[in-house]
C-alpha cells in the first residue's frame, strides 16, 4: 500500500506556497486536465472575499490543472481545507490526463452546490466572481507549472470582483 495519494488542484492550489501552507509533503508530480468538466465559480469565501472556483460536470469541456503527490498524512488537512466537514466541498475520484498520454486517478474537490446554469466567465455575475487575489493566485500557479498558453489566456480572460480590502488566507 502506497503511503502518498494524488490530488488534482485547479483553483488557488495550483499554485505551490498555497498547497504547501497546510499541506507540506505536497509535491508537483505533473500536470494534466480532466473531461467533461468545466471550470466555475460559485460559492463566496469569506476568506477570499470572491467566489472560490469549482468544477462542474460538462459535455465537451476540459480543465487543466496541477497533479499533486501528498502523504496520506495530510489527507485530513486537505479535507479541512477545503471545508469538506463544513459541506464546501466533497472528494471525488478523476482519471487525468497528463500531457504524454498518462491516466492518472486523483482525488479533486467540488463544490457541494454548483452551478446549474453557465455563464462565460467574463461575464459572471458579481456574486459569482472571485477576488483580484484569488484570480491571481490562480494565474501565478497556472504559470508556475507551465499550463497551456490557451488555458492561462482563458484564466486571465475570468472578470474578478475588485475587491481592494484586506484578506487573511493563513
Given at each position: 500500500m502506497s503511503n502518498t495519494f494524488l490530488y488534482f488542484a485547479y483553483g488557488s492550489n495550483l499554485l505551490a506556497k498555497r498547497i504547501r501552507l497546510n499541506?507540506?509533503?505536497?509535491?508537483?508530480?505533473?500536470?494534466?486536465?480532466?473531461?467533461?468538466?468545466?471550470?466555475?465559480?460559485?460559492?463566496?469565501?469569506?476568506?477570499?472575499?470572491?467566489?472560490?472556483?469549482?468544477?462542474?460536470?460538462?459535455?465537451?469541456?476540459?480543465?487543466?490543472?496541477v497533479i499533486w503527490e501528498l502523504d496520506k498524512s495530510n489527507l485530513s488537512t486537505l479535507d479541512q481545507q477545503e471545508g469538506v466537514q463544513n459541506n464546501i466541498y466533497h472528494a471525488l475520484s478523476v482519471d487525468v490526463e497528463t500531457p504524454n498520454g498518462t491516466i492518472l486517478n486523483c482525488r479533486v474537490y467540488q463544490q457541494c452546490h454548483n452551478p446549474t446554469e453557465y455563464i462565460k466567465p467574463v461575464d459572471l455575475p458579481m456574486d459569482r466572481k472571485p477576488s483580484p487575489l484569488y484570480l491571481r493566485m490562480m494565474i501565478k500557479g497556472a504559470q508556475e507549472n507551465n499550463l497551456p498558453d490557451d488555458y492561462l489566456k482563458f484564466l486571465k480572460s475570468i472578470s474578478d470582483?475588485?475587491?481592494?480590502?484586506?484578506y487573511d488566507i493563513r
Open positions: 499541506n507540506s509533503t505536497a509535491v508537483m508530480r505533473d500536470i494534466g486536465y480532466i473531461k467533461n468538466f468545466r471550470l466555475d465559480f460559485q460559492r463566496y469565501s469569506k476568506r477570499w472575499h470572491g467566489a472560490s472556483a469549482t468544477i462542474v460536470e460538462t459535455n465537451d469541456s476540459i480543465v487543466w490543472g470582483n475588485g475587491y481592494k480590502g484586506k
